[in-house]
């Protein structure tokens, strides 16, 4: 019989932001004399998250101790990875890229960054800088399978891609919310812990909250309402919701109609779109789209809100773009209650630079080798990737570096991509575990734990439903010798630009960064240090290295900054370690027009490009109306975050997650049963996976969760084997896009499904 050991008591006890969604709750780590981690909970003295915590948060202690979880650099010899020390490993990595360079120049290169970048601070700061100093533009990011599509309507529509409006949820009387599950994802482009608890606040204050989906969610659980739409029909129901309020003459701007340019452009648009005309499309009866749109125009303050079910799909931008219309239309943009805009202490491209006029975003600047498909924000659609390493040509990418990604798992024939990473001459990877993508390496730099680093939500806080400002230091000090991430990053950024290892010192990288910052503030006719020294400002900075100095120059020249004595009660670095539990700075306001950054000083409702493709959508229209077959969609778990968590076993064990839902009607049609396997085939691929029946699907619709498959063979994954799954991404079609952000259409993808056998030995 197992001895359980008795946890060790608390001695001390530390603050750490959670790293692990978007929420970015507060936690409360006790350790023990010995720092090991006891217990993990909730902050309720947190600003921000009042103590709210998921079952993600006390996974950070199991992450740091997981024995799969590289501490030290590996490289390939002899086809096995063999641990070495840290200058031995950038010195084979230089090697490797150099000779890649030397032979075929620098556009032989490829970089592919994955989501948790936005979560790490050292990745936040660094990895621009790092990309940069590859001097390529094959950039790949996970952004083309997720969120692209409303970064390219926010840009066009406000000037810059994270002028998202988020939905003010905390005032807001009528919320709906499209292709969205917060309660699981804990939110996403709409930053705020307790999605469940504000959800039922909503209704608490007697107002309604309506979930537009085609799987009954558990926010759809705690809605009003729940509207179950057929899958990438969002873009219809938007312009039928237009359409009703431009007849029924209930159209009203409200204070943001001074700041709107084309809105009757698009209201013309929307003629076609009778939800007469969409309901066969949506699925949705054309009283209930009347009653939906009645009831945006009537509540006191609305919102309408959409998320990874509306981008990942065929029309994922002109939907994001419908939105923000839809808002602007019924008087709900930038107001309170409505759709607003956050103002972050720093970063955000909208508190720089002269308010409301600046020159946009540009797209499609270059294009991707083989296909021709469009840059968008200085990035190829990941859907290209593959070709771009298995085809044969002047410009063949033949040695690639990946930051925090795992595309194998995550971008569309999933299977071709993996064959592709086996062929390349040379790859880099900067990442703690030997995962399904990394097991292709030859290099692999691992970086510290969550724990071991300090941490400040740099991007996040431009999409949080309330303006906060939290930094937590590291809650455990690294082994000696272990270079923190932005040292990985910027050390390697050296050696691949051909700075020999040995003089390849990251506080040169660091030092450029600060002074190109500060450079840029003392610049900016809004900054309050304009006209300063920028050596000056560099100067009080003090001894502090790395992201914390560069935090503190960003929060002292931003929006809420002391402007190095400008505004002596403003923000510093050492402002929020006196206040461990962050800094209020209070609900979102209005903002417009300043927020702005478009040509015209306007909010640019009908630019060109999005009024070009209403064309394919009408198209659509009269297509989709002949019939519907099979179609599979994705789905997020309160336990996952994409496939980062699958080795802990707190969070996967327990009854299978990894399963297909399907309707009564159809497992019955379709000869399936609860608990066996079914084989779901589409262009691309086909997998074996096990059925849940379930009346929490729409019929006609199957889903399939995202970020599962850990099957592969020389991945280092312990407990995620144990608890493989099937890889979605291998049904996903590379040839399937949205035309204008490049975003893959992972929900809403063309299959078969039957009754299945199990894999030998299964």
């Given at each position: 019989m197992t001895e359980v050991r008795a946890a060790p008591p608390v001695s001390r006890t530390a603050l750490r932001i959670c790293p692990l969604c978007e929420a970015g709750c507060g936690l409360e780590v006790g350790l023990s004399a010995a720092d090991e981690v006891v217990r993990i909970r909730g902050d309720r003295n947190d600003v921000w998250s009042a103590g709210y915590l998921c079952p993600k948060g006390p996974a950070l202690k199991h992450l740091h101790e997981d024995?799969?979880?590289?501490?030290?650099?590996?490289?390939?010899?002899?086809?096995?990875?063999?641990?070495?020390?840290?200058?031995?490993?950038?010195?084979?990595?230089?090697?490797?890229?150099?000779?890649?360079?030397?032979?075929?120049?620098?556009?032989?290169?490829?970089?592919?960054?994955?989501?948790?970048?936005?979560?790490?601070?050292?990745?936040?700061?660094?990895?621009?800088?790092?990309?940069?100093?590859?001097?390529?533009?094959?950039?790949?990011?996970?952004?083309?399978?997720?969120?692209?599509?409303?970064?390219?309507?926010?840009?066009?529509?406000?000037?810059?891609?994270?002028?998202?409006p988020v939905p003010d949820i905390d005032r807001t009387d009528h919320l709906v919310l499209l292709g969205a599950n917060p309660v699981?994802?804990?939110?996403?482009?709409?930053?705020?812990?307790?999605?469940?608890?504000?959800?039922?606040?909503?209704?608490?204050?007697?107002?309604?909250?309506?979930?537009?989906?085609?799987?009954?969610?558990?926010?759809?659980?705690?809605a009003d309402e729940h509207v179950a739409i057929r899958p990438g029909a969002d873009p219809f129901l938007l312009f039928a919701l237009l359409n009703v309020l431009a007849a029924e003459g209930l159209v009203d701007p409200g204070p943001a109609g001074p700041y709107l340019s084309g809105l009757d452009d698009v209201l013309g648009l929307a003629a076609p779109f009778t939800p007469e005309a969409v309901e066969p499309v949506t699925g949705v009866p054309a009283g209930t789209i009347r009653r939906l749109a009645r009831a945006l125009a009537a509540a006191p303050t609305a919102c309408v809100y959409g998320r990874i079910g509306t981008t990942?799909?065929?029309?994922?931008?002109?939907?994001?773009?419908?939105?923000?219309?839809?808002?602007?239309a019924t008087g709900n943009l930038d107001r309170p209650g409505g759709a607003m805009f956050a103002r972050a202490a720093i970063g955000g491209a909208n508190t720089r630079g002269a308010p409301r006029f600046g020159r946009g975003v540009r797209l499609g600047r270059h294009r991707s080798r083989v296909r021709g498909l469009p840059e968008s924000l200085g990035e190829l659609p990941v859907v290209c990737l593959a070709e771009e390493i298995d085809t044969p040509g002047e410009g063949q990418i033949r040695g690639l570096v990946t930051v925090a990604g795992n595309p194998v798992l995550s971008t569309p024939n999933s299977d071709r991509l993996d064959a592709a990473l086996a062929g390349l001459d040379a790859y880099v990877a900067v990442d703690p575990y030997v995962n399904e993508t990394t097991r292709h390496a030859h290099v692999i730099l691992p970086v510290p734990s969550p724990l071991e680093r300090g941490h400040y939500d740099v991007f996040l806080s431009q999409l949080a439903v309330r303006n906060v400002a939290r930094y937590t230091p590291p809650v455990l000090p690294r082994d000696p010798g272990t270079p923190d991430e932005w040292e990985v990053l910027a050390r390697l950024g050296l050696v691949a630009a051909g700075v020999e290892p040995d003089a390849a010192d990251p506080a040169l990288v660091d030092d450029e960064i600060v002074r190109l910052t500060a450079a840029a503030a003392v610049a900016d006719e809004s900054s309050p240090v304009?006209?300063?020294?920028?050596?000056?400002?560099?100067?009080?900075?003090?001894?502090?290295?790395?992201?914390?100095?560069?935090?503190?120059?960003?929060?002292?020249?931003?929006?809420?900054?002391?402007?190095?004595?400008?505004?002596?009660?403003?923000?510093?670095?050492?402002?929020?370690?006196?206040?461990p539990h962050g800094v209020d700075l209070g609900p979102l306001e209005p903002r417009l027009p300043d927020v702005l950054r478009t040509p015209s000083g306007m909010v640019e409702l009908a630019p060109e490009s999005l009024v070009a493709d209403v064309a394919r959508l009408r198209a659509a229209l009269d297509d989709r109306q002949n019939g519907h077959g099979m179609v599979l969609i994705g789905r997020r778990q309160l336990r996952s975050n994409n496939s980062w968590m699958h080795n802990v076993s707190i969070l996967v064990k327990g009854k299978p997650r990894c399963t297909l839902l399907v309707h009564p009607d159809d497992a019955d049609r379709l000869g399936l049963v609860d608990g066996e396997p079914a084989e779901v085939t589409s262009r691309a691929g086909a997998v074996t996976i096990p059925v849940e029946v379930t009346k929490d699907i729409r019929p006609g619709v199957v889903s399939i969760p995202h970020g599962w498959g850990h099957d592969r063979p020389g991945a280092r994954l312990g407990v995620a084997g144990r608890y493989a799954g099937v890889n979605s991404n291998v049904l996903a079609e590379d040839d399937r896009f949205d035309p204008l952000s490049g975003t893959a259409v992972l929900n809403g993808i063309p299959v078969t499904v039957r009754p299945g056998e199990l894999p030998a030995g299964g």
């Open positions: 024995p799969d979880r590289l501490r030290a650099p590996v490289v390939r010899r002899d086809g096995r990875f063999v641990e070495v020390g840290w200058d031995e490993a950038f010195a084979a990595a230089g090697r490797l890229l150099g000779r890649v360079v030397a032979a075929y120049g620098r556009q032989a290169l490829g970089v592919y960054l994955g989501n948790p970048n936005v979560h790490n601070l050292g990745g936040q700061l660094y990895v621009k800088p790092f990309v940069k100093a590859l001097g390529t533009r094959n950039v790949f990011t996970a952004s083309t399978v997720d969120q692209r599509p409303k970064e390219i309507s926010s840009g066009l529509l406000f000037g810059a891609p994270l002028s998202v699981d994802s804990n939110g996403s482009l709409a930053t705020a812990p307790d999605w469940p608890g504000r959800l039922e606040a909503i209704r608490a204050r007697g107002g309604r909250v309506v979930v537009v989906d085609p799987r009954r969610t558990a926010t759809a659980e705690m990942t799909a065929e029309f994922g931008t002109i939907t994001s773009w419908l939105v923000d219309v839809v808002n602007a304009r006209g300063r020294d920028a050596d000056e400002l560099i100067a009080g900075l003090g001894d502090r290295r790395g992201p914390e100095r560069l935090l503190d120059l960003m929060l002292r020249t931003g929006p809420y900054g002391d402007g190095f004595g400008a505004r002596p009660d403003g923000l510093t670095f050492d402002t929020l370690l006196a206040a």
